[in-house]
């Protein structure tokens, strides 16, 4: 299903694309217009594409741009699974496509929102204290220092090495990656409120998967593992009936909850908060982690772009090596990657479909 199809060099080309595919496949579409604009003036949409019967009562969610940057991998598999629908016969499941669920962050290359928030670390509880993570305050002007000269990258990448020494690699994700509330222009930040992201999805799937009994969700996601791999992640505990239908629709599903996956263990990610958000709805959610380069380059790369943001100007002309950096970070524009992480996708929708029909 990748013949032909690469992956989009800009927001607008992939919205394009996409929209395009929609309209031919006869989808049903609905666009959110985002307050801001995007790189290169544009207007911002989260959009929604629909096929299948519109009262069904089984839903498939297919989601890209959860991580802004990550949407141009997920874009594309949209867009060609999209393709493959036109003229098939509408009935069993709908198929929800919703593109680009950070606008902001797919359109300016950065993983994170307008507001330098992780959006899959903020479907916290703002009812309570956000997590603390007192380890990320010791690491936070080492990960994100004042400015990025040679000098600095050299001394910080020290700083880490030692740490790292310290506590191990796999401490070392946890504290970095698995979510921070106290630092608005560090890394993997999970804000103070919900963004605009989180409000929009949270009206969207009460309305939505409200008369909905069951709903698969696929949230695609890039930049964790092996090049071109396709690592299935749950956000449930391992002993659960929703981690349980995972392993049985999915096969080899690891958990973020016992080490098994790439990721660390996470604080207020969207899948693991989707079950309160529909209630009424047997929500059986994945997201696929796509590899691409290895961990010190993804993170080189959102050191970078953090540092740009919180003390530079993101319309410089220097800038534009930063998201290039970003970029190559979070996906590959060799077409052998897409042709690579497509069969995942497609096997992983299918067994979402039967598994539903
Ligand atoms: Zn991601």
């Known amino acids: 299903m990748a013949d032909g199809v690469s992956l989009p060099r800009s927001y607008r080309e992939a919205r394009e694309d996409f929209l395009l595919a929609a309209t031919t496949a006869a989808a049903r579409l609905r666009s959110v217009e985002h307050p801001l604009k995007g790189l290169e003036g544009e207007d911002l949409f989260v959009d929604v594409a629909e096929v299948g019967p519109e009262d069904a009562t089984e839903v498939v969610l297919v989601v890209s741009g959860t991580h802004g940057v990550e949407g141009y991998l997920g874009s594309a598999l949209q867009r060609a699974h999209l393709e493959s629908l ?68 050299e001394r910080t990448l020290i700083e880490m090495a030692a740490k790292l020494e310290e506590v191990g690699i796999d ?141 530079g100007d993101p319309t410089s002309p220097e800038a534009e090596a930063v998201r290039t950096q970003v970029r190559a970070a979070f996906l590959d524009d060799d077409p052998s990657w897409l042709a690579t992480c497509t069969p995942r996708y497609r096997g992983v929708a299918e067994a979402a479909l039967a598994a539903l029909s």
């Open 171 to 311: 401490r070392l994700q946890q504290i970095v990656s698995g979510g921070q509330y106290d630092h608005p222009a560090g890394v993997f930040y999970g804000g103070t409120e919900p963004v605009w992201s989180n409000r929009w999805l949270q009206a969207f799937l009460g309305e939505r998967l409200a008369f909905v009994r069951r709903a698969a969700i696929i949230d695609l996601h890039t930049g964790l593992g092996p090049w071109g791999h396709g690592e299935l992640i749950s956000s449930e505990p391992p002993d659960s009936a929703a981690h349980a239908r995972q392993a049985d629709w999915w096969g080899d599903v690891t958990s973020l909850h016992d080490g098994s996956s790439v990721s660390a263990l996470l604080s207020g990610d969207w899948l693991a908060a989707a079950p309160e958000l529909a209630p009424a709805t047997e929500i059986t959610g994945i997201a696929i982690e796509y590899g691409t380069v290895d961990s010190i380059t993804v993170l080189q790369s959102l050191r970078a772009d953090a540092v740009l943001h919180a003390n």
């Open 86 to 153: 036109a003229g098939v016969a509408a009935d069993g499941p709908a198929i929800v496509f919703i593109h680009a669920l950070n606008p902001y962050g797919f359109s300016w290359v950065r993983r994170v929102n307008e507001d330098n928030v992780d959006l899959n670390r903020n479907f916290i509880d703002w009812a309570e204290p956000a997590p603390a993570n007192r380890e990320y305050g010791e690491l936070a002007a080492t990960l994100v220092p004042g400015d990025w000269s040679a000098e600095t990258q």
